[in-house]
């Protein structure tokens, strides 16, 4: 008998046991359960405490409760309250921290998460974002959107005072989002950000870093000298990083995370006035 199997008899011996069991459905309610095979232990253990809880439910409620209602989230009891570190939480506190600390009336960003860094600072000045897809935020008047590319933005020469692009450029290239094979996409992408980049303006770059290689096709490791050098019009003004440990690391030196694994190489460049 296959893991899957032997967990799907199991819950329905319990729910059989319990007078709840509606077969119909069930192979739609256990599928989210079921297909990460990785999770199959803690959830064929937390099944009898499901069984229990919903038989206790019932007894104390008088309600009669229906399977094809039911949602289990049988690994949540044993969950952290989340995660304080790793490239995404530390990046975008530290670039939305540098917005906040600039007072600029808009901020431009290139395809950084919306639901983080995009959120972040739309809640203290205004966000142009610019990304490949279309985005809808509606109700969120802080938030306007345009169509773009990172290889070719609609923007003019030196023409945008704050600008971001994290996580972002080291997938350019390899066609993981649709976009044409380019061995050269993520120095592209720089050239292209720096560009835009107006005297005395700001420019915040998120990207991994360390031993230089393409993770086909998911995304490109780049050496923080590389980064640095492709971007001589800017002068870097500050670089931090999030270790392999995920912590991150203020005011590093760039040579410390060459031989880094996957670290989040954190920029601040600007254009001198």
């Given at each position: ?212 290689r393409v993770c086909f096709n998911a995304h490109r490791v780049l050496s923080p000298g590389a980064v ?14 999030v270790d392999d440990t995920g912590d991150l690391v203020r005011d590093a030196a760039t040579a410390d ?17």
């Amino acid at each position: 008998m296959s893991a899957t199997a032997g967990l799907r008899r199991a819950l329905k011996s319990g729910l059989r046991a319990a007078g709840m069991l509606d077969v119909a459905r069930l192979g739609v309610q256990l599928s989210a359960l079921v297909l990460d095979l990785r999770r199959l232990p803690s959830t064929a253990a937390a099944l009898p405490w499901f069984v229990r809880s919903w038989r206790e439910y019932e007894s104390l409620s008088g309600d009669d409760l229906r399977l094809r209602h039911a949602q289990p989230c049988l690994d949540d009891r044993g969950d952290s309250a989340g995660s304080a570190k790793g490239h995404y939480f530390h990046q975008d506190l530290w670039a939305a921290r540098k917005v906040h600390a600039a007072g600029v009336a808009e901020h431009v960003d290139v395809g950084s998460r919306v639901d983080g860094f995009v959120a972040h600072v739309a809640a203290f000045t205004d966000v142009l974002y610019v990304d490949l897809r279309p985005l809808e935020a509606k109700g969120h008047p802080h938030i306007k959107a345009r169509v773009g590319t990172v290889l070719a933005l609609p923007f003019d020469d030196r023409s945008v005072r704050s600008l971001s692009c994290l996580h972002v450029i080291e997938h350019i290239g390899l066609g993981r989002y649709g976009d044409p094979l380019d061995p050269g996409g993520s120095l592209k992408a720089l050239k292209e950000l720096q560009r835009v980049v107006a005297a005395g303006g700001d420019f915040y770059l998120g990207v991994p870093v360390g031993r230089e290689r393409v993770c086909f096709n998911a995304h490109r490791v780049l050496s923080p000298g590389a980064v640095v050098r492709a971007l001589g019009e800017l002068d870097l003004v500050e670089f931090s990083a999030v270790d392999d440990t995920g912590d991150l690391v203020r005011d590093a030196a760039t040579a410390d995370f060459e031989r880094a694994d996957y670290a989040c190489g954190l920029f601040h460049f600007t254009r001198r006035s």
